[in-house]
């Protein structure tokens, strides 16, 4: 799974999905406006449609590369409908649950000698070939709508075709937050677990590197599990330890299908200045 944004720098403003770069050729100017708030509601309409009203009621002035932008999300918005990232978190949590046994039945086995450790895994290869041959294959996953990233100057209407699409995006279970407020909540939640791990494991917990007991991905795994769609507004990173969380979390996040949308004042080639 690609997860990985690329997009040239520009002027401009730039829609890029996750994993591949979409340039729009129109600059976008300024443009003054008055934002119509509206109720969180899970019908759908799309994007473009609001729009036209707002350009038709006066309340917007008509932006090429606004419409452009639209037009994406619109299509996000089908992409979603009807989606839940359910069965992609139960496949994380399953493989969690695999990886977690195989660390007990290891360290259960440190004491014995070394003919018993070689029978014990022999067997459990045996029963584990077994198994697999008697399991059917699991179902297919439901394919994990691609996110959209929104970067441009100040002023273009990246927040507000970002808050239109929220509005309108056809989930209940769905978030828009500040992205600063955000990494706080990410920073709360892995000391809580740091505090929770330190009491049940002790001090030498923190040696163990497996991925099923890092701390960020198991934070990936809670907001994973709170909403399938997440929206980040003026996403920017300026210090380098977030941006190692950042890396470990999105990977999780991506792994649990959720979906994300974010906006930026800055190109992603740009976003640690």
């Not at 808050?163 to 909540?185: G, I, M, N």
């Not at 001090?203 to 599990?225: E, K």
Request: proline share 5%.
């Amino acid at each position: 799974m690609n997860c990985k944004v690329i997009i040239p720098g520009s002027q401009g403003m730039f829609l890029a999905a996750t994993g591949r770069s979409v340039k729009t050729t129109a600059r976008i100017r300024p443009t003054c406006f008055t934002l119509r708030w509206l109720s969180s509601t899970t019908v759908w309409k799309p994007v473009t449609t609001v729009l036209k009203e707002q350009i038709n009621q006066g309340v917007l002035h008509p932006d090429k590369a606004q419409e452009r932008a639209a037009r994406r999300l619109d299509r996000l918005q089908q992409a979603i409908e009807g989606y839940d990232n359910a069965a992609h978190i139960q496949f994380v949590q399953e493989l969690r649950m695999k990886q977690e046994e195989q660390d007990r039945n290891t360290k259960d086995t440190e004491n014995t000698n070394q003919d018993k450790i070689n029978e014990t895994m022999d067997s459990a290869e045996d029963e584990t070939t077994i198994s697999a041959r008697e399991e059917p294959p699991p179902p297919p996953l439901p394919q994990i709508p691609r996110g959209l990233f929104l970067h441009g100057n100040v002023g273009t209407g990246k927040s507000m075709l970002m808050d239109t699409f929220y509005q309108y995006a056809p989930t209940e279970k769905k978030r828009r937050v500040h992205f600063h407020s955000f990494l706080q909540d990410v920073h709360k939640r892995i000391y809580a677990l740091k505090q929770q791990d330190l009491q049940t494991f002790g001090r030498d917990f923190s040696v163990n590197t497996s991925i099923h007991r890092n701390p960020i991905y198991r934070v990936a795994q809670q907001l994973a599990s709170e909403v399938t769609l997440l929206c980040f507004d003026e996403f920017q990173v300026t210090d380098v330890a977030d941006a190692l969380i950042l890396k470990q979390l999105f990977e999780g996040l991506f792994q649990c299908g959720t979906v994300v949308l974010a906006t930026s004042n800055r190109a992603p080639s740009h976003l640690y200045e």
